[in-house]
């Protein structure tokens, strides 16, 4: 161990924000020690000595005012017998005399000793590691193959081999050794890990003063799912993310720190999400419920034309600090997804493939025919009901014996899903290069044939000149995919009652009921190109100067074909066919020019920011409709329409802002930041269309000060930060500051306009006020990190779409409303490398996210369109109902309490808020362990939610089936039981379904994903000349632990996420 | 190469850098949406208001001639009706919340809301032509009165709202009836003034004679029995432009022409054409109602022999029982249409001037029933009928002459106070005498707390 310390390494690598130049300020005679340490603080570069040859108290004169690094060094080494060398950011302490022994061996080459070898780690070959032979003080470094050659002496020698993000090693080589291997670990040091932020901004989690979080490529590769966001999926602490259906391609529900405002518009609730620089259109041009089949309006996910293997890292960004520089569009959050680039050195062919298998879970229990016959018997029994063959065709008319499990009959398959990818990177030192394309193709559980399928193109390419004062990058990704799914309402064949045929004796479609078969005729056709666009080009004009262009321009563009034929509707209702073509795109324009500036006086480093952004945004629809269709065999073409309409859209957006952001870090101890921002949006009227906006963020690294760094308590890392400042929203919708006159659907004679919405000019900027404070800490060398964060957002002036009485001719105006909604959460995360050796290693990764939402205040919200929607003091997420009592044992009727105690039971003013459909708690667990080449990953997800809402049961009255819950019911007086009464009146069930009887602990625990792969060792790699080959296997979804009765208690009683299986290959070469 | 770009970048930095402070960059040049002034800029372009004013109704007016037809003794749901909200109209079962008669509020209101933009638009419009302006305002007016007239008879005291300033409206209590009336009355009147004296098209927009055939019928419930009088002598005495359609030609054969497009019998009509969504009335459900056939029912309202009862109902073998026949002459679905849902016609100025003439002591009221019956196949009733019987005569007539329009029984039978022990006797167990309003949507009365229920509702 002691022998350790020769080599000394004075310094460890901080990249920090204010790590850039390679330039010196320093005037004096300072001890070499004090002038390392300088030389970190500045430039952030390692410094490597051997102790045991160099007086780090030797005083050296140095007269250093914006000058070159290399000037100083030489000019201090000067009358010293020290030479440097500098490598990447580490800079060698070499002695003088040695290098000139060195020289003269070089002369007499026959009395020269060598020793070979390579260095690599699990992965490959490690570049530019030290190694250093103890017994002669050589030192070298390893190459881009991880080959070095060192001189040795006549004995035994002892190397060292030491990198940053390595554990040291030492090796003892005997004087028959020519050739060594060396196999070095990864010291994972999440803290050094680098954060990208807002405009291209890296900050180490070190020195960081925002609240962000990163996921890495690493861990998204792990869910082979279309959408990305679904990858992130409890493992960012804040971040919730819903999945609303088990349908390939769904949209999903992204929530930062809960919800910020009481508009119910779901844009208005969305986070801003930038790849690669350019704002990406989260929104969906397409709706799959478009056929009208399903209850809500399912947008597609546009995150599907990215694939999440090119994913490099999706950053998200909570508070203040770290929002405010976007403005008025980050008061949601900010989710930066950074695609992965071209590497230097030579080509290098990645190809990636899997297979899915996706099957339904759980089903819910419902009755068999038996049960069910007698459900309904007994229902018109208690009701005194007489039974006739038209209201009970299921009793008297159909068979009662067939016996249909329709969940299982349908919905019992197995979907499919298979992805490739295939890459070619490589590059040149000033051309880096990425050329990359993909295939997806999913199909669902319920039919094979019509599925999502998608391709997509990526391109990007970096420059930069040789003197690295330019540089330049373009990306160009371009995906296209059709979508034939037809979303099959689950439920309808949950309901569907087990003795029912779907087809009548001649093979035609029964519709004594609804028949749910007829819905595979309605079909939509959906496809979609994405092109995103980038490119960025920078220019150092003076030293510590940069300038900066980003330009993007994205587009996607949806053609829609959704059908409802004739055949398609119940034959008595005698309704016509009828089609929408829908042609769809937005394409945003987006400019951001800025200038950099970074300047280091003493121990203090600043760094400037100055910038701009435009973005124009066109959104433009054309709906063609033809109705009236009489023949099925022509519906696809519009011009056999009886009756054609055509609707066109088109809005435009347009926002501009300068912002300005100063950082100051002060001996890598403090460290503050300030952002102010004037945002401009055509989205309000005149004189209302700036807003200002401004962050303070400050963070203090106490582990850097003295009096803790040799602590006896094992902490190696402690910061504590906090930030504050206000952001804002414009999430109200195009143009309403002004009546619009809009063309109608329903023409008479001509076209007809309208105006939309009433005369409001004078309401403007949602403010979001955000405050974050947290504490890191990092102990036994980093091996363990923990993370409190408590955060405090407060939006007012909420921008709303406010109720109206329709007396004025509309039911909402736009405008401010002084409510007052307060987010505040704790957010806690801890990462620990239990064991970490060659040969085992061991990390766990533990989130987990507490998040509180209150209505402050909200004027006359008792006379409001949203009293019965909303609660003083109470979460926006509030459910409402009837307070259920139980059953009445003697006539078995569900009770509910008389809140106004007028004798009966009546909405509104029995309606209570019953509880909060917000989780208590969530987040996950994550283990992975490695042995030698396999990996395996283990990731559990967590939720606490004590009240979602239960399988509605209609009535006994209708011909719908009914959950197996409804057994257990009320049958002779006296009698204690769960459910009520069997009963055909649909309105107590509809009371009953609608108070706290059905809702309904939804929390669970999910083995959400486990994965094992394993990666073929370098030896037979280099046989196979493959630079990497790794299978692996990943089960998602597998086991969910809950009380919950439904399907799964994220979807609720929709189709739930698939369990799926897969099977993958991933190679480079 | 290198100065280019300092050159570029130094040009490019300031001008991005200034943009913040550039009013331009934010403008926006909406398509397909016109603002206040270029919508009201000339006369074509104000039309088009009036046409979405008109395509709105048509869309919106669907249900209610079915639903009042529920509430009167009318219709009944049918056996493959789907709505349960059909039953819970049939039988007094309406709940504030969710009850089937919230949307004619908002949609009635909705239609009242445009008119007002058009009365105020076109008053500040700078491009119009007087004639375009007159034109313009008269529609609006009609329109406005034929809402506020749905309004009461609905709900009962409603609130008076004529400017699109909803700061201040959103806050408006209730209007008695009468006020209401009064505005009705003063924007027919208006509107008789303002509007053309014929027909430039099709008979699909209001014209004079539009707005004096309502106000006959409006001065009816006003009890101004001599306005009423003379609003339907000056329809119907422009026999150039109306005359009372057929049930069957002379030549024989041809079936019932009264609702044909631009019949001489329709004053106005609601424009629709094959499979649109609008003005199509009430054939599009007309499988969802029975007519009713009990004692007290329209099917035995029809006397023997009358030609009102084939052409006006008919049986359907599939359920057995009779169905609603008006505005069915499309035939299959899917073939041309050569009906248009009628909103006034002549025959009702007869009704309403037999109902005024007699009223004021005249005996000529009997002739003018007679005029129908004769139409219908029916003998003349005497002249010497008493007051009472005569009043009871004009009752029983519009009932069988107007059914399914529009609510005439209902709002008939609610004017002249016959509602309670007609529907008594019609439905025994499930009528109550506060079901002669409908109640006011739960929302309304949340968001404008100045808003009182009906009563008989629970809110």
Redesign the interface.
């Known amino acids: 161990m002691n022998r350790l310390k020769n080599l000394l390494l004075v310094t460890s690598l901080l990249a920090g924000s204010t790590v850039v130049g390679q330039q010196l300020n320093y005037q004096g005679k300072p001890t070499l020690k004090e002038l390392f340490s300088t030389i970190r603080q500045q430039t952030g570069y390692n410094i490597i000595a051997s102790g045991n040859q160099i007086n780090l108290n030797t005083v050296v004169k140095v007269q250093a005012k914006d000058k070159a690094l290399r000037d100083v060094l030489e000019e201090a080494f000067k009358d010293l017998p020290f030479t440097f060398k500098i490598v990447g950011k580490e800079i060698t302490i070499l002695p003088r005399e040695k290098s000139g022994q060195q020289h003269q061996k070089q002369q007499q080459p026959a009395k020269q000793l060598f020793v070979d070898g390579t260095v690599r780690d699990k992965s490959g070959p490690v570049e530019l590691v030290t190694v250093y032979n103890k017994s002669n003080d050589k030192v070298t470094f390893t190459n881009d193959k991880g080959a070095f050659k060192i001189e040795r002496t006549s004995h035994t020698d002892t190397l060292v081999f030491s990198s940053v993000g390595y554990e040291e090693r030492q090796l003892a080589v005997s004087t028959s050794q020519n050739t060594v291997a060396m196999q070095l670990l990864q010291t994972q040091n999440l803290l050094d890990e680098v954060s990208v932020l807002s405009y291209g901004q890296e900050v180490s989690k070190r020195l960081n003063t925002g609240s962000t979080s990163s996921v890495t490529a690493a861990t998204i590769e792990k869910t082979p799912t279309a959408d990305p966001l679904i990858a992130l999926q409890n493992r960012v602490p804040g971040m919730m993310i819903n999945t609303l259906n088990g349908l390939p391609g769904i949209q999903t529900q992204v929530q930062i720190r809960g919800i910020n405002t009481v508009n119910q518009d779901g844009e208005a609730r969305q986070p801003l999400y930038i790849v690669d620089g350019i704002p990406f259109n989260s929104n969906s041009l397409a709706y799959i419920g478009a056929n009208g089949l399903t209850s809500s309006y399912l947008g597609e996910s546009p995150f599907k034309s990215i694939d999440p293997s090119t994913i490099a890292g999706i950053e998200v960004l909570k508070d203040a600090d770290a929002t405010a520089i976007y403005g008025a569009r980050g008061a949601n959050g900010v989710i930066l997804i950074t695609t992965k680039r071209g590497k230097a050195g030579r080509s290098t062919i990645s190809a990636d493939y899997y297979h899915s298998f996706g099957s339904i879970a759980n089903y819910v229990k419902m009755l068999n025919t038996a049960q069910y016959l007698e459900m309904r018997r007994e229902a018109a029994k208690n009701d005194g009901i007489e039974l006739t063959p038209n209201d009970y065709p299921d009793l008297l008319k159909w068979s009662q014996t067939e016996d249909h499990d329709w969940q299982k009959e349908y919905f019992g398959n197995i979907a499919h899903t298979s992805n490739a990818e295939l890459s070619l990177t490589g590059g040149s030192s000033g051309f880096n290069y990425l050329l990359g394309g993909g295939f997806r193709r999913e199909n669902t559980v319920y039919q094979k044939k019509n599925g999502l399928t998608v391709g997509n193109f990526r391109s990007n390419l970096d420059y930069h000149s040789n003197d690295g004062k330019f540089k330049a990058s373009l990306s160009a990704s371009y995906a296209t995919d059709k979508n034939e799914v037809i979303p099959l309402s689950f439920t309808n064949f949950q309901t569907l009652p087990p003795n029912f045929s779907l087809y009548d004796a001649d093979g035609e479609l029964n519709w004594t009921i609804d028949n749910p078969i007829a819905a595979l005729e309605r079909t939509v056709e959906n496809r979609t190109k994405n092109l995103i666009s980038n490119i960025a080009l920078s220019y150092e004009l003076l030293p510590n100067l940069v300038a900066k262009i980003n330009t993007g321009y994205t587009r996607m563009k949806m053609d829609q074909l959704a059908i409802n034929p004739r055949r398609s509707f119940r034959p008595s209702e005698n309704i016509l066919g009828n089609n929408t073509f829908t042609k769809a795109s937005a394409a945003t324009f987006n400019f951001e020019p800025q200038l950099n500036y970074d300047l280091i006086v003493g121990r203090s480093s600043f760094r400037a920011l100055l910038g701009g952004t435009y973005i124009h945004r066109g959104n433009s629809a054309i709906t063609t409709s033809g109705n009236g269709y009489t023949d099925d065999s022509q519906i696809r073409d519009i011009h056999a329409a009886p009756i054609i309409n055509i609707e066109p859209k088109d809005t435009q957006y347009r926002f501009l802002s300068g912002f300005a952001r100063v950082g100051w870090t002060f001996d890598q101890k403090y460290v503050i930041n300030a952002t102010v921002r004037r945002d401009g949006s055509s989205r309000f009227g005149p004189g209302k269309k700036y807003g200002n906006f401004w962050s303070v963020g400050t963070a203090w690294i106490l582990s850097e000060e003295n009096w803790l760094k040799d602590n006896q308590f094992g902490l190696s890392f402690a910061k504590l930060r906090g930030s504050y400042g206000l952001t804002g929203n414009d999430n109200i919708g195009d143009y309403s500051y002004f009546v619009n006159y809009e063309r109608i659907f329903d023409n008479y004679q001509g076209q007809g306009y309208l105006p939309k919405n009433p005369f409001n000019a004078n309401y403007q900027w949602e403010v979001n006020k955000k405050l974050d404070l947290a504490a890191e800490m990092g102990f036994l060398k980093d091996r363990i990190i923990f993370e409190a964060n408590y955060y405090r957002n407060r939006s007012g002036n909420q921008l709303v779409g406010y109720g109206l009485p329709t007396q004025v001719g509309f039911s909402s105006v736009n405008q401010n409303l002084d409510a007052n909604v307060q987010n505040s959460g704790w957010e806690f995360s801890l990462q620990t490398t239990p064991i970490n050796t060659l040969a085992f290693t061991w990390k766990t990764n533990f989130t987990m996210s507490i998040n509180r939402n209150k209505l402050l205040s909200y004027p006359n919200l008792a006379s409001s369109s949203n009293s019965l929607t909303y609660q003083i003091g109470k979460p926006l997420n509030l459910i409402w109902g009837y307070e259920y009592l139980g059953i009445n044992a003697a006539d078995g009727q569900p009770q509910f309490r008389d809140v106004n105690g007028d004798g009966f039971i009546s909405f509104p003013d029995d309606y209570v808020p019953l509880a909060n459909n917000i989780p208590t708690f969530f987040g996950g667990l994550g283990n992975s362990f490695n042995y030698k080449n396999f990996d395996l990953d283990v990731f559990f997800s967590f939720k606490k939610n004590k009240h979602i809402y239960n399988y509605p049961f209609t009535s006994a009255g209708s011909v719908i089936n009914a959950p197996a819950i409804v057994l257990d019911r009320w049958q002779h007086p006296g009698e204690e039981a769960k459910f009520p009464a069997y009963t055909t009146n649909s309105s107590t069930m509809s009371d009953y379904n609608s108070s706290s009887a059905n809702f309904v602990d939804g929390s669970y625990i999910r083995l959400s994903n486990i994965t094992l792969s394993y990666s073929v060792p370098g030896k037979m790699l280099e046989k196979l000349k493959l630079k990497n080959l790794r299978a692996y296997a990943t089960g998602a979804n597998l086991l969910t632990i809950t009380s919950y009765k439904g399907t799964d208690p994220e979807t609720g009683v929709d189709m739930p996420m698939l369990r799926t299986f897969t099977l993958g290959i991933r190679t480079s070469f | 190469m ?1 100065t280019n ?2 050159k570029l ?2 040009f ?2 300031p ?3 200034g ?2 402070s ?2 331009k ?12 002034d ?2 009201y800029a000339n006369d074509t372009m104000a039309d ?9 109704f ?2 919106y007016q669907n249900d209610l001639s079915l639903n009042t037809g529920l509430s009167s003794d009318e219709l009944i749901p049918g ?2 009706s789907f709505n ?1 909200g059909y039953s819970f109209m049939y039988s007094y079962n309406l ?1 504030p ?1 969710s009850a089937q008669t919230n949307d004619f ?2 949609n009635l ?2 239609i ?3 008119s ?2 058009i009365i105020e638009g076109v008053g500040q419009s700078k491009g119009m032509t007087q004639a375009g302006k007159d034109e313009a305002i008269g529609q609006a007016k009609f329109m406005r009165a034929l809402n506020y007239y749905f309004l009461v008879n609905l709900y009962g005291d ?2 008076l ?1 004529l400017t ?1 300033n ?1 700061p201040e ?2 806050l ?1 209590p209730r209007a008695a009836v009468a006020a209401v009336y009064t505005q009705i009355i003063q924007d027919l009147e208006d509107a008789s003034q303002l509007l053309g004296s014929d027909y430039p ?2 008979r ?1 927009k209001a014209n004079k004679w539009a707005a004096l055939a309502l106000l006959s019928r409006v001065y009816l419930f006003t009890k101004d029995w001599t306005k009423a009088e003379q609003a339907a002598s000056q329809v119907i005495a422009q026999s150039q432009l109306f005359q009372l359609g057929h049930f069957d030609r002379a030549d024989g054969g041809e079936p019932m022409d009264i609702f044909t497009k631009n019949n001489p019998e329709q004053i106005l009509q609601l ?1 629709n ?7 199509i009335g009430i054939k599009g459900e007309f ?1 969802s109602f029975g007519v009713t056939e009990d004692a007290t029912g329209l099917l035995p309202a029809f006397e023997e022999n009358d030609k009102r009862k084939e052409n006006f109902v008919r049986f359907e073998e599939t359920v057995n029982g009779y169905q609603i026949n008006k505005y069915r002459s499309d035939g299959e ?2 073939s041309a249409n050569n009906e248009y849902t009628s909103v006034l016609r002549l025959g009702e100025q007869y009704l309403n001037r037999a109902e005024a003439r007699l009223e004021l002591g005249l005996s000529t009221a009997v002739d003018d029933i007679n005029i129908l019956r004769r139409r219908a196949g029916l003998t003349d009733l005497s002249s010497g009928l008493s007051k009472s019987q005569a009043r009871a005569a004009i009752v029983q007539e519009r009932r069988v002459e107007l059914c399914f329009e529009w609510g005439d029984r209902w709002f008939t039978l609610k004017r002249l106070g016959l509602a309670d022990n007609v529907m008594k006797k019609a439905k025994p167990t499930t009528w109550k005498t506060f079901a002669l309003l409908y109640p006011l949507p ?3 009365l ?4 100045e ?1 009182t229920q009906n009563p008989g509702y ?2």
Do not use: D, H
């Open positions: 290198k770009y300092i970048l130094s490019l930095l001008v991005a850098l943009m913040s550039c009013n960059l934010l403008e926006v040049t909406p398509k397909y949406i016109y603002t206040t270029q919508i088009s208001v009036v046409v979405g004013m008109y395509g709105r048509a869309a056996i493959n349960p709940n919340f509020w908002g209101y909705s009242i809301g445009v007002n933009a409603v609130p709202v699109t909803y409206e959103r408006k098209g099709e699909v424009w054409s094959v499979g649109a969504s609008i003005g499988a679905a899917g739960t929302v309304e949340q968001n404008n707390r808003l629970n809110n």
